[in-house]
């Protein structure tokens, strides 16, 4: 008996070997094909929006430049592939937060050459002992080099150098819906608003004393919108907390019918920047409760940070955690663990299509998001409008 469940061990073990084999080498294949699909689909968007709208957009597939100066005051460097801005003058716009893995996603063929480049190197520094102090310091002194993102001062040119308004900037021509948006009544109707404000559901007492009211903000997260809180949630609270509480759900920046700029990086600050203008100050919000699922526990935290002794509570659903090994690039890390790059599982394989193939992932809200009254009407089709 205790043969058998060892030989039993040694099969499960060989067939994980087997499929684990399998599944790296399909995912190798299929995702050098999205790599080479990808940057194909990228010429096509280029030249599309060329002849729809008149002029080369950027995209964050295409980053660094020899240049290292913009006619903004500021310039954009990164060394090691984290972005840091030089200032050179006192502007609003900050993009120091920008998270390496918006412009830095390299593709596997790349991240293969790369290593087998890096191996090579190190078979020939283990071939010649004597010149490794050498080889050393220059590897060092190359530190001290930085290479400028094009994309971002082509876009601080734009914001600062041609445009020194920003919110006139919104105004114009940042409120006019990209030809592969969709253009219904729903997905534009921030467009139409004289306010740069989120859109904000509330519910709860009417009194002119901001200070004798409890204020509770819901934060949803990703992929959703305030409907996420008032459909669920709302309807079930009872009238006692209707009446003693003031609740705020919102659509974040980007989502909903809040204002989509096609020129915002949608980086922390801006978020906090438009809960605060769109919440705490037009409502006279001193102290309040935060409830937040997954991708706003982030700025529910971030809220709590700036607003010590603001908030009273904080209920954080699903927040994301993703511990990092010492030693370990954090933002690279969570970007491997979150999108492996892998067809097995499928949420990992559409994980994957999201995070790294910008194009690919334009192409499927092109033909879903665009399309999304007639998906919903399917979904509500089938499944008896539940």
């Known amino acids: 008996m205790v043969l058998g469940m060892g030989m039993g061990r040694k099969v499960r073990f060989a067939m994980l070997l087997i499929g684990r084999a399998i599944n790296d080498s399909v995912s190798f294949v299929v995702f050098t094909i999205l790599d080479l699909v990808d940057l194909f689909l990228c010429l096509v968007y280029r030249v599309a929006d060329f002849f729809i709208e008149a002029e ?178 709302f309807p079930n609270l009872s009238n006692e907390a209707k009446t003693k509480y003031r609740l705020f759900a919102i659509d974040l920046l980007g989502f909903g019918r809040s204002p989509k700029p096609s020129d915002s990086l949608y980086t922390l600050r801006e978020h906090l920047d438009m809960i605060e203008r769109s919440v705490l100050e037009p409502n006279k919000v001193k102290s309040f409760h935060i409830v937040a699922h997954s991708l706003g526990c982030i700025l529910a935290l971030a809220l709590a940070v700036k607003h010590p002794g603001s908030v009273k509570s904080l209920t954080l659903l699903a927040p994301p955690y993703f511990p990092v090994p010492k030693g370990e690039h954090a933002t690279q890390y969570v970007m491997r663990r979150v999108a492996p790059r892998r067809v097995w599982p499928l949420i990992g394989f559409g994980a994957s299509l999201a995070c790294w193939y910008e194009h690919i992932s334009r192409t499927i809200c092109l033909v879903i998001c665009k399309n999304h009254r007639l998906v919903e009407f399917l979904v509500k089709l089938i499944t008896r409008n539940r």
């Open 56 to 233: 080369w957009k950027s995209c964050y597939c295409s980053s660094s430049s020899s240049s290292s100066s913009s006619n903004s005051g500021k310039i954009l460097v990164s060394e090691h592939g984290e972005s840091k801005i030089v200032s050179l003058s006192s502007t609003k716009l900050r993009l120091e937060e920008i998270s390496d893995t918006l412009y830095r996603r390299p593709s596997l063929l790349t991240e293969v050459s790369k290593l087998t480049i890096n191996e090579l190197k190190r078979l020939k520094l283990d071939a010649n002992n004597n010149n490794n102090n050498n080889v050393i310091n220059n590897n060092n002194n190359k530190g001290t080099t930085f290479m400028v993102n094009s994309t971002i001062v082509e876009m601080l040119q734009g914001k600062i150098g041609g445009n020194n308004n920003h919110n006139h900037n919104l105004n114009s021509h940042v409120r006019i819906p990209r030809w592969s948006d969709c253009d219904c009544k729903f997905c534009t109707c921030w467009t139409s608003s004289t306010k740069e404000t989120l859109y904000v559901k509330s519910e709860g007492p009417k009194s002119d004393l901001a200070e004798e009211n409890e204020n509770v903000l819901f934060i949803h997260g990703f992929i959703s919108s305030s409907a996420f809180w008032t459909e669920t949630v």
